[in-house]
């Protein structure tokens, strides 16, 4: 198996499993080692009292993404911190895409940055410490 079909079946195996990127409607665009695009329209029950998008769901499209770049590997690898700079208003109807790309990785840990975008501005940026548990994402057969 290559490097970008690992990353392609650890994806597969992650998102069949992801249930809260599922029901939000996350789609995962693209993945490649140490790096992944997905996107997440904003819907009404996103949008907060002050008629934009609560901040949680840009965090969590972000977190989303950087899971899926620092487990392509095939090692189960969690966030141990996280941060996000929010730069721009999100509405009802936005598509973001989120952009995670891998800085480095040093022993069991990783750095990511991950951009949030809207028709190509940016809207966020996150920065994503990464630590592997050391176990598989695909399980054996």
Request: charged share 20%; net charge negative.
């Amino acid at each position: 198996m290559t490097e970008q079909e690992l990353a392609e079946a650890c994806a597969r195996a992650m998102y069949a499993r992801d249930l809260a990127s599922q029901s939000l409607g996350i789609e995962l665009v693209r993945v490649a080692p140490g790096s992944a695009s997905l996107t997440m329209e904003i819907t009404d029950t996103m949008v907060n009292g002050h008629r934009i998008c609560h901040g949680g769901y840009i965090f969590l499209l972000a977190d989303t993404a950087f899971a899926f770049a620092c487990n392509t590997y095939n090692l189960v690898t969690v966030a141990q911190s996280a941060a996000v700079e929010f730069i721009a208003p999100v509405y009802r109807g936005d598509r973001l895409v989120a952009i995670a790309r891998e800085l480095t990785r040093f022993g069991r840990n990783g750095l990511y940055d991950i951009t949030i975008e809207r028709e190509g501005e940016t809207i966020a940026i996150f920065h994503g410490r990464s630590r592997s548990l050391g176990q598989p994402v695909l399980e054996e057969e």
